[in-house]
């Protein structure tokens, strides 16, 4: 199908997937993931298809927009909530995008913006500048998906993200994995030694569940806590 006529009818939704505080097991916010209102669903390859038809851009703003949009009339907003929003590098870095975040309201809206790792980033020095305009308006930058994207590690180290999210390969399966638990133990001190919030996604028995918080993880994500769900609107 041609993308741009799905983005003509806006036949895309979010699901958003609850993120949960493990010592308290209360929801402190959620992932607003993108499907699609198609005959057969294409939410998996969406972003690619976008990419190959050079539409991403206008992809990715319109599911940022409505991602926030539903979010802020649903009965689940909450301002101490946090909202993560997936965002590609390409866009950030495009010089329209300061002025769509700045035709956003989301001066009352406690965002994360995961910025995807399976895009190459041709321009670091560009998007080091973008992340920082972003920061400045106090939206926070997640890395998505540690342990299975293209991110180098310097990389992720020059962004200074405040959240780092890991990918659901390094959590499943952790409890039988000793290689897994060290890199566990090393990511969890490495993000207290330096304040990050630190996401284990992945997390769907209740082994894993006990481990991550014997281990000393404070943040998860996983259909064991949480199925992805459409919001209550008001």
């Known amino acids: 199908m041609c993308l741009s006529n799905l983005l003509n009818v806006e036949k895309i939704y979010h699901l958003y997937q609850p993120i949960i505080n493990l010592e308290t097991m209360e929801i402190v916010g959620y992932e607003a993931l993108l499907r699609t209102n198609t005959p057969t669903p294409i939410h998996s390859n969406i972003f690619s298809i976008a990419k190959n038809e050079g539409c991403l851009y206008s992809l990715d703003t319109l599911s940022i927009s409505k991602a926030i949009n539903v979010y802020c009339q649903s009965k689940e907003y909450d301002t101490e909530k946090v909202l993560f929003i997936n965002i590609y590098p390409s866009t950030i870095i495009n010089p329209e995008f300061i ?133 209550n609107s008001l």
């Open 99 to 231: 002025f769509f975040i700045n035709s956003l309201n989301i001066e009352n809206l406690n965002v994360v913006f995961e910025i995807n790792e399976y895009e190459d980033i041709n321009d670091f020095d560009e998007l080091l500048i973008g992340i920082k305009l972003l920061k400045d308006k106090n939206i926070k930058i997640a890395i998505d998906d540690i342990g299975k994207g293209n991110l180098e590690i310097f990389k992720i180290l020059e962004l200074n993200p405040h959240v780092i999210k890991i990918d659901s390969s390094i959590t499943r399966g952790i409890t039988e994995s000793l290689e897994k638990q060290l890199f566990s133990k090393l990511l969890v001190d490495y993000c207290k030694q330096l304040g990050i919030e630190l996401v284990f996604e992945g997390i769907e028995n209740k082994d894993t569940l006990i481990k991550m918080k014997k281990d000393g993880v404070i943040y998860g994500q996983g259909y064991l806590l949480g199925k992805p769900y459409m919001l």
